[in-house]
């Protein structure tokens, strides 16, 4: 399953069917429970706070998105697109707090960074990551905050490994998912990887 505009965030992706035991339930929309990524600063010193997404966001999601450059929306969903379509963002506002997650960043001007994953119909463990920071918050260490936040989110439902699809030109992605223990393969033009969540909390 890729968070693409190819094959992005199929209704199937996002069924509950095998949900494992030990994949505890954050109430949605609660403060990431530990407090060094609840409260955070970017690396200029801009304080943000970040917490996970839910249903009520929407709004706040579609115009997050409907901010973002082309280019990063390219980046994003690896097509140009020249409007978000309603089912696109029925999807990225589809969160259910289990198998679909999504972490917001959140400064003075609002939403400025969202990173998400959805597991693998297949396999409750793996999951599909995503990323976004407003243009005007890039290169400032948010996207390695979400990350580490996402890893978290995951790592208290079960899920142990992060899968990504980027565009092998994006550098920016690229620094961020290739981390010690992550593997990747170039496939026409789109890297593809693996990284496990243990060594993101590392
Ligand atoms: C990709 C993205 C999420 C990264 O978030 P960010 O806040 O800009 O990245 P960070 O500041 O946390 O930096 C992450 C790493 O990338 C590097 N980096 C950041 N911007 C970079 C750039 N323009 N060129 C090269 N490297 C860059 C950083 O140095 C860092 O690596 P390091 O830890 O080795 O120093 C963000 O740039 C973005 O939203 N881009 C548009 C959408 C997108 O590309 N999504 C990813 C596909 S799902």
Known sequence: MRMNGNTALNPGDLAINNPTDHARHWPIGSP?????TARAELEDG????????????????QAFFESLSPRSLHQRFHQRLQTLSPPL????????????????AFADAGLIGIGRFVCSAENA?????????ADSSQGRGLGKKLLRALAMAASER????????????????????????SSSVIRGGQLEGRVNVADVLR
């Open 158 to 181: 079960g899920v142990d490994t992060f899968l990504f699809t980027v565009l092998a030109d994006n550098r920016a992605a690229t620094r961020l998912l290739t981390i010690p223990g």
């Open 125 to 133: 463990r793996t999951a599909e990551v995503a990323f976004s920071v």
């Open 89 to 104: 963002l029925r999807l990225l506002c589809g969160m259910d707090g289990q198998r679909h997650v999504a972490v917001g």
């Open 32 to 36: 990431i429970s530990t407090p060094d």
């Open 46 to 61: 801009t304080p943000v706070r970040l917490r996970l997404l839910d249903a009520e966001d929407s709004a706040t999601i």
